[in-house]
C-alpha cells in the first residue's frame, strides 16, 4: 500500500464551487504539505503543518485553505473555485529533521476548473 | 523564494553526460534533488548538506558549494530510465524547502 495516498485522484468542477482535496499517510510523519504545480513552474508551496497544532501559509496560499484533522490526515479546501486553480496538486510528507527534511510525495489529484 | 535551474532542458543521447545546475540567493542548509516521471509523482534522488558532500545514486552524483550556494547534479553515462523531470529543493533557514523550476532531460537511444 502506498504510504502517500490523496483523494480524488482527477477532478473536473465548475467555477465557484468548494473543492476539497484530502490526503492521508501512513509514514508517521509529523510534517505535511501541500503544493501545486504547474507547466514550468515547478512545485509551488500553498500550505503546511509541522504537527497538528501549527499550520503555515506557503507561497500561494491565497484563494486556500487547509485543516490538519490528525497527524496522518491533511486537506486543502478552494473555498470558491477559479480557472487559473487547474492543476496537478501534491500533498507530501516528512520527518522532523532540521537539516533533513526528504520530502515523500502522493500521486496528485488533477483538477480543472471549468 | 525559487532557486533557479538550468539549463531549462536537455536532450542526450544514452551514454552521454549531462550536468544541472541549482543556484539560490539565500543561505542554504541543504539542497536535494528530485526526478519526476511523466505523470508521476517527484521521487527523492538524495541530498547534499553543508560542507560540500558529494553524494551519488547510480550514476547519478551531486555537489554542494555552499559558499556559492549552488549546487550541481552529474547525469553520467546517461541511461534511458534517467529521462524525466529533475527539481532542486533548497533548505534554508526558513526550514521550507523551495522547488526550482525543473528541467526537463530526455535521453534518447
Known amino acids: 500500500d502506498a504510504d502517500v495516498t490523496q483523494t480524488p485522484r482527477n477532478r473536473i468542477t465548475k467555477t465557484g464551487k468548494r473543492i476539497m482535496l484530502e490526503c492521508s499517510q501512513t509514514k508517521g510523519h509529523d510534517r505535511m504539505y501541500w503544493y501545486r504545480q504547474d507547466p514550468g513552474l515547478g512545485l509551488r508551496l500553498i500550505y503546511y503543518?509541522?504537527?497538528?497544532?501549527?499550520?503555515n501559509k506557503g507561497e500561494i496560499s491565497d484563494g486556500y485553505s487547509v485543516s490538519r484533522q490528525a497527524q496522518a490526515k491533511f486537506s486543502l479546501s478552494l473555498e470558491s473555485a477559479i480557472p487559473n486553480q487547474t492543476a496537478l496538486y501534491f500533498c507530501?510528507?516528512?520527518?522532523?529533521?532540521?537539516?533533513?527534511?526528504?520530502?515523500?510525495f502522493g500521486p496528485g489529484t488533477r483538477l480543472t476548473v471549468l | 523564494q525559487q532557486p533557479v535551474q538550468s539549463p531549462q532542458a536537455v536532450i542526450l543521447r544514452e551514454g552521454e553526460d549531462a550536468v544541472i545546475n541549482c543556484s539560490s540567493s539565500k543561505a542554504l542548509y541543504s539542497v536535494h534533488w528530485y526526478r519526476q516521471k511523466h505523470g508521476e509523482a517527484p521521487v527523492f534522488l538524495m541530498i547534499l548538506l553543508k560542507g560540500g558532500e558529494q553524494k551519488g545514486h547510480e550514476k547519478i552524483s551531486a555537489s554542494f558549494n555552499e559558499k556559492k550556494q549552488q549546487s550541481s547534479l552529474y547525469l553520467t553515462a546517461s541511461q534511458l530510465s534517467y529521462s524525466g523531470t529533475y527539481f532542486c529543493?533548497?533548505?534554508?533557514?526558513?526550514?521550507?524547502?523551495?522547488f526550482g523550476a525543473g528541467t526537463t532531460v530526455t535521453v534518447r537511444a
Open positions: 529543493g533548497t533548505l534554508s533557514n526558513d526550514y521550507k524547502l523551495s
Open positions: 507530501a510528507t516528512s520527518g522532523a529533521g532540521e537539516y533533513t527534511d526528504t520530502q515523500y
Open positions: 503543518s509541522f504537527d497538528v497544532k501549527d499550520i
